[in-house]
C-alpha cells in the first residue's frame, strides 16, 4: 500500500516567521515529489516539484528531499496571512503511477 | 496561462440518477485524471486516461464510472446509479508526461447527491 503521512495540524505561525511542512512517504523508490496548496473549497494549486536530494528554492518557498529517510518537507519564509491554507504533499511512486496525496497540513499564520 | 476548465461548478442530483462531469484539459496536455475529494478528506485518485483508453484505475472507480474523450477537446466523467457517498468535489487535472510530471487541476465540480 502506498502512503504519504502528514501531520493535519492545525499548524499556527506569527506573520514573518518560517512554516516547515513535513511528509513522509512509503515507498523508497518513489521519483517524483510535489507540494499542492489548497484554499478551502478550493482545487489544489501546485506550488514546487522535487525530483532530486537536496533543496530546492523558489521565491518564499524551499522544498526539501531527503529519499534515504523518505522525508520531504516544505519551508515557507516570512509567513504571510494569505499563506493560510492546507498544503498537501503528493508523491508519484514510480514512473507513469498516478500521484497520491497526503491528507494535508493546514497552515494558519496569524497577523 | 492556459489552464483545465470544469463544468458545471456544481451539481446537485437525486440518489440513483446519472451524472456526466465535463473536462477541458490544457491543450497540449496528453494525460488526463480524475481524483475526488469527500469533504474534509484527502485527494483520492480515481482514474488516468492517456491515448484514448484508461491507463490505471483505482478501486473507487468501479462499473458505475465510466471516463471518456468524446471529442478532441472534452473528458467526461459519468457515473452511473449515484448514491449518496458519491458526494463530493470532482477534479479534472491533466499533465504533458504522465506520471511524475506535475498535475493541473481544474476548479472542481461539487456534486450533491441527495
Known amino acids: 500500500q502506498k502512503e504519504v503521512e502528514q501531520n493535519s495540524g492545525p499548524l499556527s505561525v506569527p506573520e514573518g516567521a518560517i512554516a516547515s511542512l513535513n511528509c513522509t512517504y512509503s515507498d523508497r523508490g518513489s521519483q517524483s515529489f510535489f507540494w499542492y496548496r489548497q484554499y478551502s473549497g478550493k482545487s489544489p494549486e501546485l506550488i514546487m516539484s522535487?525530483?532530486?536530494?537536496g533543496d530546492k528554492e523558489d521565491g518564499r518557498f524551499t522544498a526539501q528531499l531527503n529519499k534515504a529517510s523518505q522525508y520531504v518537507s516544505l519551508l515557507i519564509r516570512d509567513s504571510q496571512p494569505s499563506d493560510s491554507a492546507t498544503y498537501l504533499c503528493?508523491?508519484?511512486?514510480?514512473?507513469?503511477?498516478?500521484?497520491?496525496f497526503g491528507k494535508g497540513t493546514r497552515l494558519s499564520v496569524i497577523a | 496561462e492556459p489552464e483545465v476548465t470544469q463544468t458545471p461548478s456544481h451539481q446537485v442530483t437525486q440518489m440513483g440518477q446519472e451524472v456526466i462531469l465535463r473536462c477541458v484539459p490544457i491543450s497540449n496536455h496528453l494525460y488526463f485524471y480524475w481524483y475526488r475529494q469527500i469533504l474534509g478528506q484527502k485527494v483520492e485518485f480515481l482514474v488516468s486516461?492517456?491515448?484514448?483508453?484508461?491507463?490505471?484505475k483505482s478501486e473507487i472507480f468501479d462499473d458505475q464510472f465510466s471516463v471518456e474523450r468524446p471529442d478532441g477537446s472534452n473528458f467526461t466523467l459519468k457515473i452511473r446509479s449515484t448514491k449518496l457517498e458519491d458526494s463530493a468535489m470532482y477534479f479534472c487535472?491533466?499533465?504533458?508526461?504522465?506520471?511524475?510530471?506535475?498535475?493541473?487541476f481544474g476548479n472542481g465540480t461539487r456534486l450533491t447527491v441527495t
Open positions: 487535472a491533466s499533465s504533458a508526461e504522465g506520471g511524475g510530471s506535475p498535475l493541473h
Open positions: 503528493a508523491v508519484s511512486f514510480s514512473g507513469n503511477t498516478p500521484l497520491v
Open positions: 486516461f492517456y491515448n484514448n483508453e484508461i491507463s490505471e
Open positions: 522535487i525530483y532530486s536530494n
